[in-house]
């Protein structure tokens, strides 16, 4: 499920995927194929971990690399963004992905 939240916009966020739904910050930008994709991955990491978990392993990764970095660079270095990333362009990635394929970015 899409949705469009105008409160995104104020925290500087584009999208966020809080499964099982992908939220959009503007109407606009639902049309953008990488931006989807990469919430789509992150949907799926969310249900390889069952959800909870997901969020707590994203929390602990963002603080322990926040120790040392600011706020984008540790976000941007959190496993679970390394692959949404990288793969974000890639529109036929979930069709092939691998179970706990985020685990190959802690060698990146």
């Not at 991955?41 to 997901?54: C, D, G, M, S, T």
Request: aromatic share 16%.
């Amino acid at each position: 499920m899409v949705v469009t939240f105008r409160l995104l916009k104020s925290l500087n966020v584009e999208a966020i995927a809080l499964f099982p739904v992908i939220i959009f910050q503007g109407k606009a930008l639902r049309n953008q194929n990488a931006l989807l994709n990469h919430e789509r991955i992150h949907l799926k990491q969310q249900l390889e971990l069952l959800v909870i978990p997901f969020y707590i392993w994203y929390i602990i990764e963002y603080l322990f690399l926040r120790r040392n970095r600011n706020h984008k660079d540790a976000y941007r270095n959190i496993v679970f963004e390394k692959e949404a990333y990288s793969k974000e362009n890639d529109l036929h990635f979930l069709e092939t992905r691998s179970f706990w394929n985020f685990l190959n970015y802690y060698r990146c």
